[in-house]
């Protein structure tokens, strides 16, 4: 047997795998999406932007990205910093940091839920101290504000550990060799972490932030607890053809959408971030 | 040694075939689309079932794959299911598909059990053969906490309020506590659109499907949006109104039965039941009906027959009630140990099929799979015109394209209260 194959037959075996589970379902899933009544056709993707929660899908779903990554890597960058200047207790904070990441979302969901309904601590909180003098509606139809900010909070406490652990990994493989010369050389700390760190950090903030980009786009089950019907997303609108309609089709055409907008966001994060060869 | 293990193997496996065999002719599959939740399907499988003497396997089913399974099993040849329970609307189906027995002769034997004359018709799906008993019913009621009665308009009869009283008496309420204290079930699992499909519609327009975009209708959607009013904004979450009730965030509610007895049993002292309010067209209201066949070519039809004389007898009758919130279909004198809270819920139901300006509403029949989007529109409409305020008439014009192209597409002909139609319900 000549040598040369032998690395491509050890990954036949994983690639078969992905294959099998995975590209052919994903392929099944786009034909789905552009069958209709037996034949192949758009109707529904036109079924899918007549609806009237579309829009409002959209909308929101990008709403949600847009506040909340950029957040969500800020948050994980200060997080980080901090992180590396700690002595003693470093791995407890690291580990409470990251407990969030051990709850599945339906359950943070839920925790959140607790917390802002009508009964919920928040509310009896507010009450006690005088604050408030009955409850506070925070996520009804007719807050849409406050329930956007929920949400956004919500989403900011389960998943910032995602991008802090990748951001922390990075952090740690940098040299100390450039931040100790700049020290020497009269750089201010400010300084030192944008011109230094920062760039250094590029290829871990590339993969994290298309990590929580591609995530943050399939939200679906904060969004279900907390806002129920009043803020749909692409995924929970996915979610209600599939099981409530029984409209397979649609919700495919759905999936499509998300997984075109995933991948452009992915293929964008790629180009802008992008590390030279040379400074790998 | 090897010898004597191959011998060994080989009975145990030639037992195990055979004793599989005998308990598959003991066993019957008792697939329903009702009584679906996890308790719900262990209170059937351990105490409605208890005392039936042969094994049966309790299988539930999404009512939407319910033909596609039964089409399946016909075209495959493999048939395993024995009896079905399912509500009349689901067995439609499956009757045009000639997938059920003609009961004919059970039906002759459980004729002194006392079931209405009205339902076994229901049963025959016009035509001359029985095809599936009666097996229990229960409908949608209001639920109202006793704080809430003193502010009832004078002169209000609670069992036969009109929806203008009903937004008098909530509003009422709003001025005097501060609160928005009526709910409805329009949560994303909540059944608000039986509201629209059973309820308003009906009351106000006489008709669901073919008065759709009426001028009584655009004139009950206006009313509608300004009764919202009154409503308590976190109905869009709610799923299951016993629970605000329960929890004082709602003092009047509308829901199925199941879905509010939790709140009459715990604290029958608390609430009044009651039927749901009347339009200018009367009193609409859903009977829900659920009905036991047998799937033709069943491996064990004598046992579903067993079966479905067993779930008819009085007593079991009564511990399904008891249990999971069905009433009987039978006659039956409730037993005077019934809990009150039950006995609340059953005069309410009593209240509502006896009242002398109802209309019945039958649960959409014939849409088969795409009933999931006859009830989307309903919601869809209640989102438009209610939620984000826009004008009646546009809307209803809009959806009701919708609706005939679902009821061409589907083919189903008009279902009560709607005039019979030949061929596909036409909207006009």
Not at chain 2, 121 to 141: C, D
Not at chain 2, 305 to 316: G, K, M, N, Q
Request: aromatic content about 10%; proline content about 7%; some cysteine.
């Amino acid at each position: 047997m000549n040598a040369r194959y032998i690395p491509y037959l050890l990954i036949a075996p994983s690639l078969g795998f992905l294959t099998l589970l995975f590209f052919v379902p994903l392929v099944q899933t786009i034909a789905l999406a552009f069958q209709a009544n037996g034949g192949w056709s758009t109707e529904n993707f036109a079924r899918m932007t007549g609806d009237i929660n579309f829009t409002d899908a959209v909308v929101d779903t990008f709403e949600i990205v847009v506040i909340v990554v950029p957040l969500q890597l800020l948050l994980a960058l200060a997080m980080a910093m901090m992180l590396q200047h700690l002595r003693g207790g470093r791995d407890i904070v690291l580990w409470i940091w990251s407990i969030p990441l051990g709850i599945s979302d339906l359950a943070a969901g839920l925790v959140w839920l607790a917390i802002l309904t009508d009964k919920g601590y928040l509310n009896t909180l507010l009450v006690d101290l005088g604050v408030l003098n009955g409850p506070q509606s925070w996520l009804s139809y007719e807050t849409p504000l406050s329930l956007f900010a929920a949400i956004v909070v919500a989403e900011l406490w389960r998943a910032t550990a995602i991008v802090l652990v990748i951001l922390v990994a990075g952090v740690q493989l940098l040299p100390k060799e450039y931040g100790e010369a700049a020290e020497v050389f009269g750089a201010t700390p400010w300084q030192r972490f944008s011109r230094i760190t920062l760039p250094l950090l590029k290829p871990s903030i590339q993969t994290a932030l298309i990590l929580r980009t591609v995530l943050a786009f399939e939200m679906f089950a904060i969004v279900l607890s907390i806002g129920g019907r009043n803020f749909p997303v692409l995924v929970s609108e996915a979610f209600n053809w599939q099981y409530s309609q029984q409209d397979y089709g649609v919700a495919a055409a759905y999936a499509v959408i998300v997984m075109g907008v995933s991948l452009t966001a992915t293929l964008v994060y790629l180009r802008i971030l992008r590390t030279p060869a040379a400074q790998r | 040694m090897c010898k004597g293990l191959l011998l060994l193997g080989s009975a145990i496996l030639a037992a195990g075939l055979l004793s599989a065999r005998h308990a598959r002719s003991e066993t019957v599959v008792f697939l329903s689309t009702q009584l679906r939740p996890i308790e719900e399907a262990q209170k059937v499988r351990n105490v409605i079932l208890k005392d039936f003497p042969h094994q049966v396997d309790y299988v539930t089913e999404q009512p939407q794959q319910l033909p596609v399974r039964i089409k399946a099993e016909q075209q495959g040849g493999m048939h395993t299911i024995d009896a079905i329970g399912a509500l009349h609307g689901e067995l439609q189906p499956l009757a045009s598909l000639d997938a059920l027995t003609p009961l004919d002769d059970l039906a002759g034997r459980l004729k002194d059990r006392g079931i209405p004359e009205r339902l076994m018709t229901l049963g025959k799906f016009g035509t001359e053969h029985q095809l599936y008993i009666p097996w229990m019913q229960a409908s949608y009621i209001m639920v109202a906490n006793k704080q809430a009665l003193p502010y009832l308009p004078t002169g209000a009869d609670i069992s036969a309020l009109s929806y203008d009283q009903l937004a008098a008496w909530a509003g009422a309420v709003k001025e005097k506590t501060g609160k928005r204290l009526l709910g409805f079930p329009a949560g994303p699992q909540g059944l608000m659109h039986r509201f629209f499909e059973g309820f308003l519609y009906p009351s106000y327009t006489g008709g669901v499907v073919v008065p759709f975009r009426s001028e009584a209708a655009e004139a009950m959607w206006a009313q509608f949006a300004s009764l919202w009013k009154e409503v308590n904004p976190n109905s869009t979450s709610y799923n299951f109104m016993q629970e605000p009730l329960l929890a004082g965030d709602v003092w009047i509610a509308f829901d199925h039965i199941a879905r509010l007895l939790d709140a009459l049993r715990q604290k029958p002292d608390e609430f009044v039941a009651f039927p749901a309010p009347a339009g200018p067209k009367g009193r609409g209201y859903m009977p829900v009906l659920a009905g036991l066949a047998i799937a033709k070519s069943a491996p064990n039809a004598n046992g579903a027959t067993a079966l479905i004389d067993y779930l008819s007898r009085p007593e079991t009758q009564i511990v399904t009630a008891r249990n999971v919130g069905f009433f009987p279909v039978v006659r039956v004198d409730l037993p005077a140990d019934l809990d009150p809270g039950l006995k609340l819920g059953a005069g309410a139901i009593e209240k509502t099929q006896s009242a002398k300006d109802a209309v019945p509403a039958l649960l959409p029949i014939g849409l088969g799979q795409r009933g999931g989007e006859f009830d989307k529109l309903f919601m869809d409409t209640f989102q438009l015109i209610v939620l984000r305020g826009q004008k009646p008439r546009a809307v209803l014009d809009r959806e009701a394209e919708t609706l005939k192209r679902l009821m061409s597409e589907s083919g189903a002909p008009c279902w009560q209260p709607d005039p019979p139609s030949t061929g596909p319900c036409q909207v006009q």
